[in-house]
């Protein structure tokens, strides 16, 4: 079979490839490919460690994870619409480091090393020696930049790492030489690809890609498929079932399921131009995968991981570049194999079957470009901006040339105004206190050891699932002692202002920011406070 000029085998130890086999190269410069990209990928993940509190979903996630172990429940007195792993995770950073961005990012940073080392596998099998460096570059620069937001420990950041792995585990157990042991990889696969799904639900498309793969290439094709997706299912299920049990099985399918649509709705409008480009997208995905059926499997999995990810992601049409991550491995083994096209090969049977998966790529990629570019304006690509100001500004504040403060604000604004508060509370021994962070950034909660009442830690979760007149009734109702605002909330999720004004006190400001306390111990803080400065003085 004649491979297309792009996707041509150069050379491959993969007992399924077409091509004449490459000399297998000594295992130092084998070594060499993996370990040198994944010192740079540890080398970019370093000013990570030492980032600031700004992000407000890992706020949100490490909230849900604190309230989480100091008895909420999840799906029914903490809310989120992501599975409980990602929460265990969340809880073990804080377990081992409390609220730090250096325990929630250096998890992430193994997670993002494991898939480059299940990368590295994937990509010996299909490409060649020099080729196997180009990929592992691609995929230790993408994964650990704030390009794709690398840097963070998001799902996607977790969950790539299972991802990866579980189509290692495919790969292998369709070149099993026995049955049993092919079995035991496809259920090694499939415990991986639940381990994904119970990070974020997203994971499903990653399946998907993995089982149709199976069937196509597998000499057991369909029983390994089956034994991934049962496995797969069958632990998700087993995880999901206490939650069903205390939460009841309506909340958790709200959570997990229903609540997107909404979430979906607001963003994709129904109509010509938005669902044709999507539908050509997977019409062309279906024609793809049975014109190249015949492939070998190790050349078939990244087109499939790759066009499944890029339309299962951009079904919502959310223009958030962290969507991204998880393709970066499958990309990043295609980007590799990229080379000068000769247009005569096109006219053979290879360049044949290769043009509806290549189509179906580019079709998606086209709609990300549109969706980034139109979004520009608004920040969209606010992280290749952050990626050019990100090593130079922790450089300066190793040196000293940037100040506490700076750098902050190189991230996001409301980060210094919601540590302002912080500070404030922590002063006047109000730690502890009820509270409302009626701010996307909830990171308040957890570095004030603020109690919340409402049952999203993120103000624009209650906002979403409570709406604006029960929300504000209860932060009325439960009447908090602690409130605390940034300067982009104050309208955005309903007229808190007057509310405040009603019973509380406004104790510190800042241009991006408020704290207000509840006016009865407000009175007796800002009271208390001149003696305990005196007390201070006499005392030194």
Request: hydrophobic share 50%.
């Given at each position: 079979?004649?491979?297309?000029?792009?996707?041509?085998?150069?050379?491959?130890?993969?007992?399924?490839?077409?091509?004449?086999?490459?000399?297998?190269?000594?295992?130092?410069?084998?070594?060499r490919?993996?370990?040198?990209?994944l010192?740079?990928?540890l080398?970019?993940?370093?000013?990570?460690?030492?980032?600031?509190?700004?992000?407000?979903?890992?706020?949100?996630?490490?909230?849900?994870?604190?309230?989480?172990s100091?008895?909420?429940?999840?799906?029914?007195?903490?809310?989120?619409?992501?599975?409980?792993?990602?929460?265990?995770?969340?809880?073990?950073?804080?377990?081992?480091?409390?609220?730090?961005?250096?325990?929630l990012?250096?998890?992430?940073?193994?997670?993002?090393?494991?898939?480059?080392?299940?990368?590295?596998?994937?990509?010996r099998?299909?490409?060649?020696?020099?080729?196997?460096?180009?990929?592992?570059?691609?995929?230790?620069?993408?994964?650990?930049?704030?390009?794709?937001?690398?840097?963070?420990?998001?799902?996607?950041?977790?969950?790539?790492?299972?991802?990866?792995?579980?189509?290692?585990?495919?790969?292998a157990?369709?070149?099993?030489?026995?049955?049993?042991?092919?079995?035991?990889?496809?259920?090694?696969?499939?415990i991986?690809?639940?381990?994904a799904c119970?990070?974020?639900?997203?994971a499903?498309?990653?399946?998907?890609?993995?089982?149709?793969?199976?069937?196509?290439?597998?000499?057991?094709?369909?029983?390994?498929?089956?034994?991934?997706?049962?496995v797969?299912?069958?632990?998700?299920?087993?995880?999901?079932?206490?939650?069903?049990?205390s939460?009841?099985l309506?909340?958790?399918?709200?959570?997990?399921?229903?609540?997107?649509?909404?979430?979906?709705?607001?963003?994709?409008?129904?109509?010509?131009?938005?669902?044709?480009?999507?539908?050509?997208?997977?019409?062309?995905?279906?024609?793809?995968?049975?014109?190249?059926?015949?492939w070998?499997?190790?050349?078939?999995?990244?087109?499939?991981?790759?066009?499944?990810?890029?339309?299962?992601?951009?079904?919502?049409?959310?223009?958030?570049v962290?969507?991204?991550?998880?393709?970066?491995?499958?990309?990043?083994?295609?980007?590799?194999?990229?080379?000068?096209?000769?247009?005569?090969?096109?006219?053979?049977?290879?360049?044949?079957?290769?043009a509806?998966?290549?189509g179906?790529?580019?079709?998606?990629?086209?709609?990300?470009?549109?969706?980034?570019?139109a979004?520009?304006?608004?920040?969209?690509?606010?992280?290749?901006?952050?990626?050019?100001?990100?090593?130079?500004?922790?450089?300066?504040?190793?040196?000293?040339?940037?100040?506490?403060?700076t750098?902050?604000?190189?991230?996001?604004?409301?980060?210094?105004?919601?540590?302002?508060?912080?500070?404030?509370?922590?002063?006047?021994?109000?730690?502890?206190?009820?509270?409302?962070?009626?701010?996307?950034?909830?990171?308040?909660?957890l570095?004030?050891r603020?109690?919340?009442?409402?049952?999203?830690?993120?103000?624009?979760?209650?906002?979403?699932?409570?709406?604006?007149?029960?929300?504000?009734?209860?932060?009325?109702?439960?009447?908090?002692?602690?409130?605390?605002?940034?300067?982009?909330?104050y309208?955005?999720f309903?007229?808190?202002?007057?509310?405040?004004q009603?019973?509380?006190?406004?104790?510190?400001?800042?241009?991006?920011?408020?704290l207000?306390?509840?006016?009865?111990v407000?009175?007796?803080?800002?009271?208390?406070?001149?003696?305990?400065?005196a007390?201070?003085?006499?005392?030194?």
């Amino acid at each position: 079979m004649q491979a297309a000029p792009w996707d041509r085998q150069v050379g491959s130890s993969h007992p399924d490839s077409k091509e004449l086999p490459v000399p297998v190269p000594q295992a130092w410069a084998r070594a060499r490919s993996l370990t040198v990209p994944l010192v740079l990928l540890l080398v970019l993940r370093v000013p990570s460690l030492f980032e600031p509190h700004w992000y407000t979903d890992e706020s949100g996630y490490a909230t849900t994870a604190w309230m989480m172990s100091h008895g909420k429940v999840l799906f029914l007195t903490v809310w989120n619409n992501k599975p409980p792993l990602l929460f265990w995770i969340y809880q073990l950073s804080l377990g081992l480091f409390g609220p730090s961005e250096f325990g929630l990012h250096l998890l992430s940073t193994i997670a993002e090393g494991a898939a480059l080392i299940a990368t590295w596998k994937l990509a010996r099998a299909y490409l060649s020696p020099a080729r196997v460096w180009v990929a592992m570059l691609l995929t230790a620069l993408f994964l650990a930049t704030p390009v794709f937001n690398g840097d963070l420990a998001l799902p996607e950041n977790f969950l790539v790492g299972c991802t990866a792995w579980a189509m290692v585990a495919l790969l292998a157990s369709a070149r099993a030489p026995s049955r049993p042991r092919s079995l035991l990889l496809a259920g090694a696969a499939g415990i991986l690809f639940a381990g994904a799904c119970l990070i974020q639900q997203t994971a499903l498309a990653d399946l998907a890609a993995g089982a149709v793969v199976l069937v196509l290439v597998g000499r057991r094709g369909w029983t390994l498929a089956v034994t991934t997706i049962l496995v797969s299912a069958v632990a998700v299920a087993v995880t999901i079932a206490p939650f069903v049990w205390s939460a009841g099985l309506h909340n958790v399918l709200f959570f997990l399921v229903s609540s997107y649509a909404g979430y979906t709705g607001t963003s994709l409008q129904l109509s010509f131009w938005t669902l044709m480009p999507r539908l050509l997208a997977g019409i062309l995905l279906v024609w793809g995968v049975y014109s190249a059926r015949h492939w070998p499997a190790a050349r078939l999995l990244p087109w499939v991981w790759l066009a499944a990810l890029l339309l299962a992601y951009v079904l919502p049409n959310r223009p958030y570049v962290h969507f991204l991550l998880p393709a970066v491995p499958a990309a990043a083994l295609l980007l590799a194999r990229l080379r000068r096209p000769h247009w005569r090969h096109w006219g053979g049977w290879a360049g044949l079957s290769l043009a509806p998966l290549l189509g179906s790529v580019l079709v998606v990629t086209a709609i990300w470009v549109t969706m980034l570019a139109a979004g520009f304006s608004s920040g969209t690509l606010f992280t290749v901006k952050l990626t050019a100001e990100y090593f130079p500004a922790f450089v300066g504040k190793l040196t000293g040339s940037l100040s506490a403060s700076t750098y902050v604000q190189i991230y996001d604004q409301r980060a210094s105004a919601v540590d302002d508060a912080v500070q404030w509370v922590k002063k006047n021994h109000l730690s502890g206190s009820t509270a409302v962070v009626w701010s996307p950034d909830a990171w308040a909660y957890l570095l004030g050891r603020l109690q919340p009442v409402l049952p999203g830690p993120t103000i624009y979760t209650d906002h979403l699932w409570l709406g604006q007149q029960e929300l504000l009734k209860r932060v009325q109702q439960e009447r908090p002692v602690v409130v605390i605002l940034t300067s982009d909330s104050y309208t955005q999720f309903g007229p808190i202002l007057p509310l405040l004004q009603r019973g509380y006190t406004e104790v510190e400001a800042s241009a991006q920011g408020e704290l207000w306390v509840r006016s009865d111990v407000a009175s007796r803080v800002l009271t208390a406070a001149p003696a305990r400065v005196a007390a201070s003085r006499s005392g030194n």
